[in-house]
């Protein structure tokens, strides 16, 4: 096992996937970076390096300092971050993207990971089960850089033979960090006020339903595809991922089992127009079937795990 370098580690992604990894292959193996330290005891936890993603030098000289193998690159703008900055964004997320694409093409390092997102999705797309080839029309600026990174990650592969994998992430939901500008962050902070204000206000409607994953189960498969033989990788792209579905309504519901007198109010902003975007349900038959994908993590089971977690750290 070569040394991995997680480009954007002090993000909500990056954070544990860096300890998952450190805790599988050792921290010294495992190189954190991002384009400022973050948590002093993330940072302190393991090797750790200030890169810019978008500065193609820096990348290069960490990967031939630590003589890296594998890049994580999980630097991005997320959605509703992006439609404020659109250029930047665009910016961002595609010559981060291009920058180890054009390293792996030239035999610096071996493999890549890099995710995707629902967002390649738009209104033209069927919303229920949502097939893993079908219209992709996305209509945000963070869905146009996805999809136009699917596409570069797919021609890198067939023209250079650069093994880069990638996942199209539902909504990601987390006790171990904040949220980090998405539109379905909305189910992370939900979690917060709960216990600190025992109510919350949605920026999404009642019945906005979309799909979701607790983030063990993101995190795992994210290591699972890049531990499966290249053979078993079919799709060049991205892969569909799923776990679960759910509104706002139905996440609040399971709240109220452990918090009876948690409320909830709806006042919709910019984001639900991305929400409504974007699929109500995914279908990740490929990625079962080609590296066995499974989730673990229903609505129930996530509820009751995000509630033990932050009251523990509350206390």
Not at 16 to 30: A, D
Request: charged share 25%; glycine share 6%; proline share 5%.
């Amino acid at each position: 096992m070569g040394t991995i370098l997680i480009i954007g580690a002090c993000g909500q992604i990056g954070t544990e996937l860096t300890k998952k990894l450190r805790e599988l292959y050792g921290k010294n193996n495992v190189i954190a970076s991002d384009v400022r330290k973050g948590d002093p005891e993330f940072v302190a936890s393991g090797p750790f390096e200030v890169v810019n993603a978008l500065d193609f030098n820096q990348v290069e000289e960490v990967i031939e300092k630590y003589k890296v193998e594998e890049v994580y690159l999980m630097a991005a703008l997320l959605s509703a971050t992006a439609e404020k900055n659109p250029a930047f964004a665009w910016d961002l997320n595609m010559n981060s993207l291009f920058h180890v694409l054009n390293l792996a093409k030239a035999e610096k390092i071996k493999k890549i990971f890099w995710p995707s997102s629902i967002a390649v999705f738009g209104p033209t797309t069927p919303k229920q089960n949502t097939p893993q080839y079908t219209v992709m029309e996305p209509s945000t600026v963070y869905g146009i850089s996805k999809q136009s990174g699917e596409r570069w990650c797919e021609y890198y592969h067939n023209i250079y033979g650069v093994d880069v994998r990638s996942i199209r992430y539902p909504g990601l939901i987390s006790w171990s960090t904040l949220p980090g500008g998405g539109t379905t962050d909305y189910a992370v902070d939900i979690y917060h006020k709960a216990l600190s204000d025992g109510s919350y206000t949605c920026f999404l409607s009642e019945d906005t339903r979309l799909p979701m994953m607790y983030m063990d189960d993101a995190i795992r498969a994210t290591i699972e595809i890049m531990q499966a033989p290249a053979k078993n990788i079919k799709i060049r792209s991205s892969y569909n991922l799923s776990a679960m579905d759910f509104t706002p309504k139905e996440i609040a519901e399971t709240i109220k089992q452990h918090i009876p007198d948690f409320t909830i109010a709806y006042e919709p902003d910019f984001r639900q127009k991305i929400a409504d975007s974007w699929p109500q349900s995914i279908d990740d038959s490929h990625a079962r079937k080609d590296w066995n994908w499974q989730h673990q993590y229903g609505l129930d089971a996530m509820t009751t795990d995000m509630l033990e977690h932050l009251s523990s750290m509350a206390e």
